[in-house]
């Protein structure tokens, strides 16, 4: 495929730990309102709430989707969602691996990379993300670290890896209204492509998002970036005027 392939932008909203009943009413009604863009967007939700959001999204041009799953197919994992159960309600995408989770809960490469091929295994797409600390950055290991995380993925999905949409979050730049500049996300965009050219035919189709504080005063000059193919969007998806002026960016 030629370098210069044209990808449909995606925009994704992260909710995290945020929501009830009426304010995600609110916040669905608002994107109804908003929509349609000329990009694909999507919303990751708490458990509790998917089966109401993929009502709300009936007939809407936005798919939905979790923010994590087990990789374990069932059996006796109290607290765990396979990925068998969010095909079965219809979601489309899963975030796997983000930076709270390696953090928070341990995560290691190898168990985002199994939760990645659980999900694919169902049909639902990982969103699967990498990124480096402050720390690491200011040490100069930006490279190693995100190649790391990537090849983890790589070597347990082989051919399968060209499915997966990729999500570059400098952890730095999470929720602390840092964001990388543009050149500074585009060289590790570029990096991660680079790694994806060795082992797909399908790289130069593959989306990679950029996620770590996108607002709308910083969205047109990231996603006009060579590889950055959308965001991966946090606090600012959490108002409908928000996230739709960041999807309109991207188209």
Request: charged letters at 20%.
């Amino acid at each position: 495929m030629p370098s210069n392939v044209t990808r449909k932008k995606l925009v994704v909203g992260n909710w995290k730990m945020h929501g009830s009943r009426a304010a995600n009413a609110v916040l669905l009604s608002g994107l109804k309102d908003e929509g349609p863009w000329n990009a694909d967007v999507a919303v990751c939700v708490p458990f509790p709430y998917i089966t109401e959001t993929a009502q709300a999204l009936t007939g809407q041009a936005v798919a939905f989707g979790a923010q994590d799953c087990s990789a374990h197919e069932q059996g006796a994992y109290t607290g765990e969602v396979s990925s068998a159960m969010l095909a079965d309600i219809g979601c489309r995408f899963v975030i796997v691996g983000h930076s709270e989770r390696r953090a928070y809960h341990h995560e290691s490469d190898q168990l985002v990379a199994d939760k990645a091929k659980a999900a694919l295994a169902h049909g639902v797409t990982p969103i699967v993300c990498v990124g480096e600390t402050l720390a690491e950055r200011e040490a100069g290991q930006t490279e190693a670290v995100v190649k790391r995380q990537l090849a983890a993925v790589i070597h347990t999905l082989t051919h399968c890896i060209g499915e997966v949409v990729v999500a570059y979050e400098p952890v730095w730049a999470i929720g602390t209204g840092l964001t990388a500049t543009p050149e500074q996300a585009q060289a590790v965009h570029a990096l991660l492509r680079k790694q994806l050219h060795a082992a797909t035919q399908k790289a130069d189709a593959m989306r990679i998002l950029y996620g770590g504080s996108v607002k709308l005063d910083n969205a047109a000059q990231l996603f006009v970036q060579a590889d950055i193919d959308g965001g991966l969007i946090g606090g600012a998806a959490l108002k409908a005027a928000d996230f739709s002026a960041i999807c309109r960016a991207a188209s």
